[in-house]
């Protein structure tokens, strides 16, 4: 079955940047799209952009544009997403996830908290 | 992109309910729609996926169904289990996007 296991929670100050992979495994990892999406406590799910394995493309959200950069490496069936500039508003679940044959499958997120 | 207008915000039901949530698309996408439950801390946890699949393991009672760019969750006789925040997420094209959300408390 799909699996997406990602890396664990990271402290980060003010400034610094984070890098969170996402390894899978279940499917033919150059098939379908990696997204990532982000969720500050107490809000909602909120897509910051997503990677096609075949090839590296990527397209990000607006809000996120300069400051995300997602990359991959098909030799190890995993994607990076790196957050650069954190701020404190930075702290926050953050979910991988695709849609291999029309099915979701989620990441089981990595808690990045943004704090001097 | 698509926006995804989810109501209500919140919905207050006690066990044994039967309760609607719904989202309505600002353009038409098809059907690759899915609904999540989602507890404190944790992942979304897979409902109903392409609308109105029920997902393996998921009990009957959650259906999901579809009407031009209106979706649909029904939870039939709510359980205690079930008091959660649903989210509806559509992931047709190269960007996602999500409603905002419903609390269903007692």
């Known amino acids: 079955q799909v699996q997406l296991v990602q890396s664990g929670a990271e402290v980060k100050k003010p400034g610094a940047s984070v890098n969170v992979s996402c390894t899978a495994s279940?499917?033919?990892?150059?098939?379908?799209?990696i997204h990532w999406v982000r969720q500050a406590p107490g809000q909602g799910l909120e897509w910051m952009g997503m990677?096609?394995?075949?090839?590296?493309?990527?397209s990000y959200a607006q809000k996120y544009q300069g400051r995300v950069t997602m990359t991959r490496d098909t030799s190890t069936s995993t994607v990076y997403m790196k957050l650069s500039s954190l701020r404190s508003e930075d702290t926050a679940l953050y979910f991988c996830?695709?849609?291999?044959?029309?099915?979701?499958?989620w990441g089981q997120g990595t808690l990045v908290t943004v704090s001097s | 992109d698509i926006q995804m207008t989810q109501s209500p915000s919140t919905l207050s039901a006690s066990v044994g309910d039967t309760v609607t949530i719904t989202c309505r698309a600002s353009q038409s996408f098809g059907t690759f729609l899915a609904w999540y439950q989602q507890k404190p801390g944790k992942a979304p946890k897979l409902l109903i996926y392409k609308a109105s699949t029920l997902e393996s393991g998921v009990p009957s009672r959650f259906s999901g169904s579809a009407s031009g760019t209106e979706f649909t969750l029904t939870i039939s006789s709510l359980q205690p289990d079930d008091f959660a925040t649903y989210y509806c997420?559509?992931?047709?094209?190269?960007?996602?996007?999500f409603g905002q959300g419903t609390k269903v408390e007692v």
């Open positions: 996830a695709n849609a291999v044959a029309g099915t979701p499958s």
């Open positions: 990677i096609n394995p075949s090839g590296g493309r990527t």
């Open positions: 279940g499917y033919t990892f150059t098939s379908y799209y």
């Open positions: 997420h559509q992931y047709n094209f190269y960007s996602w996007t």
